[in-house]
Nanobody, 127 residues
Framework: QVQLVESGGGLVQAGGSLRLSCAASGRTLSRYAMGWFRQAPGKEREFVAAISQSGARTYYADSVKGRFTISRDNAKNTVYLQMNSLKPEDTAVYYC????????????????????WGQGTQVTVSS
C-alpha cells in the first residue's frame, strides 16, 4: 500500500504560478500510474492530469492544457503539478491519486479508477 502526501498549495494572484508535490511512501512509486484531481466548493471532484509509470505519457483536462504540467521523479518517489497562468477558477483542493497498472496500460482519467489518495492541498487564486 502506498501513502500520498500533497504539498505546495497556497494563495496566489491570477496569472501566478504554483508547484504542487505529491510524495509517496510505503511503495516504490514507479509501480503506479498517477493522477491529479481537484474539487472546488460545491462542485464534484474533477480530473486535472494523469501520467504513466515512466512519465513518458501524460494527459490533461482541456481546462488546464497548456498551463499545467504533470511530471514525476521516481527516484524521489514524487509527482509534481506545475501550474502556470493561474485563474480564479483554478481555486480548489487538489488531490493526487495512485493506482497500480501494467507498463502499457492506458492513462486513467476518472477518480473511481484510482485506489490511493492524498489528503489534498488548498489552492486559492485571487483576482
Amino acid at each position: 500500500q502506498v501513502q500520498l502526501v500533497e504539498s505546495g498549495g497556497g494563495l496566489v494572484q491570477a496569472g501566478g504560478s504554483l508547484r504542487l508535490s505529491c510524495a509517496a511512501s510505503g511503495r516504490t512509486l514507479s509501480r503506479y500510474a498517477m493522477g491529479w484531481f481537484r474539487q472546488a466548493p460545491g462542485k464534484e471532484r474533477e480530473f486535472v492530469a494523469a501520467i504513466s509509470q515512466s512519465g513518458a505519457r501524460t494527459y490533461y483536462a482541456d481546462s488546464v492544457k497548456g498551463r499545467f504540467t504533470i511530471s514525476r521523479d521516481n527516484a524521489k518517489n514524487t509527482v509534481y503539478l506545475q501550474m502556470n497562468s493561474l485563474k480564479p477558477e483554478d481555486t480548489a483542493v487538489y488531490y493526487c491519486a495512485a493506482r497500480t497498472a501494467a507498463t502499457a496500460a492506458p492513462l486513467y482519467l476518472t477518480d473511481y479508477e484510482y485506489d490511493y489518495w492524498g489528503q489534498g492541498t488548498q489552492v486559492t487564486v485571487s483576482s
